[in-house]
């Protein structure tokens, strides 16, 4: 009874100081907004447009018609027309194109040879991306219509699922939920007890009846209501601007939220127990998000990390978060059917607050 | 008579420096007793170790029964501290931090508007209801503090430095608070700067980098004070203060106004007379009088002995 009056003050308490402080409260609602648009807008993983030259000193009908074919894919643009492959070379070292196509003289000889490959691409390696497309381009069909050799046929054809139309706001804007999440719940809570500690607070809230647990407790609930409402901001802006799916129910997606918000808020309660200052907490902050945002599977498929970094991503809350959303809102699945990353995240947040707890002393040594 | 806090052999140590050495401490119930010592003697350190904020390095403490190591939060309880730097929320109003106070110590939800009405009134914060204790003045949020650290009735309260940035007005209507407050059996150890508030202590201990210096009634202290008190009247004082100096005997010269005050070793016969005769040989006329050793006096000559030694 007392208890619950005491974690009840402690949040009362944290949830007024939270909305007097208007730049963390706009942080609130800034960071997911701004976030999604970033990432949803600018970090278009479909390529299109890149800019290209070409050298083309067949000059033949079948060689203009190779140019034609791939401006029409709109993957390239040519911008630049140039003499033989130094051309292009020097174009790519300034920076002017970021692939070349090299067409040589003796083009149609060539075509008609297996052994030898007809043209050359030259491609920006510097940038990962631009190398995959290039090895897209590779598989483009022969401009040259006799030549069976060629068209042997596909051995596979690609079905995509859940994404037909391969944009990447529906992989990344789910997913974007927890990102945001991490970097807000995280912080907020690892600066928490540090501030009280550099305010001189601590020194008064110890010697008061309040126990470590009521703290703690006190401290996270205020934040699990900013967190629903981030959660909330990203739905909606995911669906009305980027038209993301919601093929999952929403009650689960809600769910999932409210174990990985409360897995990142004690994660942060165990930061701020560890550090000596803020900006200490917001040091080991970062030092949790960049594994979480590299390993978690948000950027880079999971399955093709090496052991030991899928190890340490099943450790982090991100991950099983990445899992849950994607499943849940892409894939149409139901809680139910993901509990293990849902145990995940739940016996993360018994660890971690236990593990706060123990490392909170009532004392200032 | 009852007991409210001991402390036998405490000492606290950071790295090199030793905060607190060896401190002996009997502090009856019923009583206002004080910490008078120079800055860095120990006194925030003492409390801290007094509520289990800071563990001994060695030594043994017991506050109202309780092993305040061991059994900090059975001590908390009885507990009220009004910490030297601010420590109640910036960012909150009186209302919301008397409120939070109230909460965390469970007070009775019938007793909780009446002793906030009480605590406002008797603090004088009413018509700071609303305003942020952050944008408060100093004494304000002193005031704030002590009303704070006094709602929920506590056997015991530990005031470090509760009026450094008070007026006079408010400082004697504080004290007035805390007689109220020690007649209803409340124990109070406060420490201070001020010598007039010392004085009204009922008992006393000067600390001095860590040790007691010296112990007991204000007005004993100054009656069983080890130095010759005189003060010396003359026209031209800044010159027979460095001439005082050079006299052996002299410990310590303070100058008030046009009037100088002495404190000489009481080895010294017949203080009086050799000191006029000392400042004539200066072409220094002056009156030369014994005087009744204040507390100030007191504190001066206690630690300045244990800087030198008593010996000296
Ligand atoms: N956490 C700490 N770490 C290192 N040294 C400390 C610490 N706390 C106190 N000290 C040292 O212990 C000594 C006693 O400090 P304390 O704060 O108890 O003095 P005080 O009597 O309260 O002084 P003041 O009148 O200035 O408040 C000082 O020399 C101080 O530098
Ligand atoms: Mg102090």
């Known amino acids: 009874m007392k208890s619950l009056r005491r974690i009840r003050a402690v949040a009362a308490k944290e949830a007024r100081q939270l909305v007097r402080d208007r730049l963390t409260l706009g942080m609130v609602v800034g960071i997911p907004v701004l976030q999604i648009l970033l990432f949803g807008y600018a970090i278009n993983m479909d390529v299109r447009h890149l800019r290209a030259g070409v050298a083309d000193e067949a000059n033949t009908a079948l060689s203009r018609q190779l140019v034609e074919d791939m401006q029409a894919g709109q993957v390239v643009r040519f911008v630049l027309q140039t003499h033989g492959p130094d051309g292009l070379m020097e174009a790519l070292r300034r920076g002017e194109i970021t692939i070349g196509l090299y067409i040589p003289a003796d083009f149609e000889r060539r075509l008609a040879d297996d052994a030898r490959p007809a043209a050359q691409l ?32 596909q051995l596979f054809e690609l079905r995509n699922f859940y994404n037909p139309e391969r944009r990447s706001a529906v992989q990344i804007v789910p997913a974007l939920i927890g990102v945001i999440l991490t970097m807000t719940m995280v912080l907020f809570t690892a600066v928490a007890i540090v501030r009280e500690r550099e305010r001189g607070n601590l020194e008064l809230l110890i010697t008061t009846p309040v126990r470590t647990t009521e703290l703690m407790l006190g401290k996270l609930m205020p934040y699990i209501l900013i967190g629903l409402i981030q959660v909330t901001i990203v739905l909606l802006v995911g669906h009305f601007l980027f038209r993301v799916p919601m093929r999952g129910h929403l009650g689960d997606v809600y769910v999932a939220a409210l174990a990985f918000i409360a897995a990142s808020l004690t994660l942060g309660l165990l930061i701020s127990t560890l550090a000596k200052s803020q900006f200490q907490a917001m040091q080991l902050t970062l030092f949790v998000f960049l594994p979480s945002i590299l390993l978690s599977g948000f950027m880079f498929p999971f399955d093709g990390m090496p052991p030991l970094a899928q190890q340490i991503a099943e450790v982090l809350p991100l991950t099983h978060f990445v899992r849950l959303i994607r499943g849940i809102v892409l894939r149409g699945a139901s809680i139910g059917e993901l509990l293990p990353e849902v145990w995940a995240l739940v016996t993360f947040f018994a660890v971690a607050i236990t593990l706060a707890v123990l490392r909170f002393r009532k004392r200032l040594d | 008579m009852d007991i409210a806090i001991t402390a036998s052999g405490l000492t606290r140590r950071f790295g090199a420096v030793t905060a607190v050495d060896h401190l002996d401490l009997e502090i009856p119930k019923g009583r206002i007793y004080g910490f008078l010592g120079p800055n860095g003697s120990g006194k925030s350190t003492t409390f801290r170790m007094l509520c289990g904020l800071l563990r001994p390095s060695e030594g043994q403490v017991k506050v109202m029964g309780y092993d305040a190591t061991r059994e900090p939060e059975a001590v ?237």
């Not at chain 2, 700071?128 to 944008?135: D, E, F, I, S």
């Open chain 2, 76 to 312: 908390r309880r009885e507990l009220g501290y009004m910490t030297q730097r601010f420590s109640l929320y910036d960012d909150l109003s009186v209302d919301e931090n008397l409120e939070f106070v109230a909460e965390i110590y469970g007070l009775p939800r019938r007793d909780k508007r009446d002793r906030i009405f009480e605590a406002r009134r008797e603090y004088r914060l009413e018509d700071l209801r609303r305003q942020r204790a952050g944008t408060m003045s100093g004494g304000q949020r002193q005031r704030l503090a002590l009303a704070a650290a006094t709602l929920h009735r506590p056997a015991l309260l530990l005031l470090d430095e509760p009026t450094s940035a008070v007026d006079p007005q408010s400082r004697r209507e504080f004290w007035e608070s805390l007689f109220d407050q020690v007649e209803t059996g409340t124990t109070i150890l406060v420490s201070t700067h001020y010598m007039d508030e010392a004085e009204r202590c009922h008992e006393l201990a000067i600390l001095d980098r860590g040790r007691v210096a010296a112990r007991g009634a204000p007005k004993t202290l100054m009656n069983d004070i080890d130095a010759t008190v005189i003060e010396v009247a003359c026209d031209r004082p800044r010159q027979a203060h460095h001439v005082l100096m050079t006299v052996r005997e002299v410990r310590s010269v303070t100058q008030l106004g046009s009037l100088l005050h002495i404190l000489v070793d009481p080895t010294m016969t017949d203080p009086e007379a050799r000191i006029g005769k000392r400042l004539e040989e200066e072409r220094l006329p002056a009156s030369v009088q014994r005087t009744a050793a204040s507390l100030e006096d007191v504190f001066v000559a206690a630690t300045r002995m244990s800087r030198e030694g008593p010996a000296s």
């Open chain 1, 122 to 153: 030259l491609a920006d390696g510097s940038d990962p991306t631009i190398l995959n497309v290039a090895i897209q381009l590779l598989k483009m069909p022969s401009p040259l219509i006799v030549a069976p050799a060629r068209n042997s046929g």
